[in-house]
């Protein structure tokens, strides 16, 4: 990972990145008179974005970098400034960057954002690596806690875009509950990990049902961060959905092109694991709970079938119609055991449905929920901010009759209509407190680079649940 700093030390900067927002501000470039105007004759012209010479020596690039406080897309337009300072890095090989801004209150947390995400490369398993220029990035205009923020968003945020990457030869259910359990011991939040026996003895039928074709067993991990200075009573639960990898079961996905990403059925995990993460290194006061029920989907062994009917953790029967739709029966049991903590309110996140991907595709997360509509709020301006967009759908009770079986409690699938809605009416049944459901199908895996959201894991709703909570801290 990139090096932040945010003081003068002794490592010389090979390229150095002046960012404005007022054309008055360009007189403080730290420059000769003669370079100082050909910089503001080539700003005269509103078209021109960024501008790159040499002056005695010295390789200098500055950048217009406009910002409205009200407007959350000027800063996702900083963020794609960042990326591009990494790619001018990388064409010039430099090692070192230092970046100034020239313009007061110039958010360049926000280019440093974009520019440490947008570095972020998973080439663990390759031969031959491609060089990477760039260690340190030098920000004079961070203070320590821009700087604090900006490393545990780096490091959540690689963190969770590995596991989502990582093949299920390697990532296991029991593998993705110990690299949380280390990762935990590193940044002082506790992992419990129940295995599969523990998971037997609290009759978890769901997670248990799905696990049945597989050679691998279960997990269910409990994340807790817990500060002395903590401000909440009832402690906030996050629930991450751990599907391993996805063949649908014996409802087995078609292979073109369905199969192919489902390593990333647990992204939901990942962006829990990554959320603590920023909750420790920042020291958030807050009181937070991690559940993470984990497992491959496979059609091999003694696979659950369509027609079997399952009898989950809280007792409720369900009649499975799909061994696809085996997110919700996972963490319906997650969410049945949330009710032991009594919590304030819960936020299960998963790569629940292709209904919601097709729906709003990769630029947003899908959201309903039955909690207070302040907090539905305070979720979408988090949202905006670190542009990790939220669509709220309507989440009536009526959907409820779609999940209606004759010979069980519930089914679990409720047809070709609102898939995206009944799969989180289905969910919500396992509740008893305010939720909100965030279906991340859509935007948690990309086929291409989109940005700073590189090809692959994207760790989304990592930075939404940050804001999220530190604005509640």
Known sequence: MITILNEPNDIPASLEMYFFSRPRDLGRLSVGRNARRRVKDWFDDDKNKSFEFTDAERRICVYRAEVNSKDPMSFERLREIGVQIIEKCHSVRAETTQLIS???????????????????VFDKYMSEKAPKYLKNIIAPDLDDQQLLELKSIQEAVFFSRDLVNEPVNYLTAMRLAEEIKA?????????????????????????????????????????????????NEKPIVLVGKGVVYDTGGLSLKPTAGSMDCMKSDMGGAAAVAGAFITASRNNLPLHIIGLIPATDNRPGGNAYTPGDIIKMYD?????????DAEGRMILADALSYAKKYDPEFVINLATLTGSAAAAIGTKGIVAMGNADSKLMTKLEESGSRVHERIAVFPFWDDYKDLLKSPIADLKNIGGKEAGAITAGKFLEHFTNYPF???????????????????????????RLLFDFLKNRS
């Open 102 to 120: 020239l313009s007061s209150g110039l958010e360049v947390f926000s280019i440093l954002e974009g520019a440490l995400l947008s570095s972020y």
């Open 436 to 462: 909100i459901h965030l279906d991340i199908a859509g935007p948690a895996f990309l086929a291409t680079t989109e940005k700073y959201r590189t090809r692959g894991g994207t760790a989304v709703g990592v």
């Open 183 to 231: 990762k935990g011991d590193e940044c002082g939040f506790s992992v419990e990990i129940l295995n599969k026996r523990k998971i037997e003895s609290l009759k978890m039928g769901g997670i248990l049902a799905v696990n049945f074709g597989s050679v691998d067993p279960p997990s269910f991990s409990i994340l807790e961060w817990k500060p002395a200075n903590c401000i």
């Open 315 to 323: 007792g409720t029967t369900v009649e499975v119609l799909n061994t």
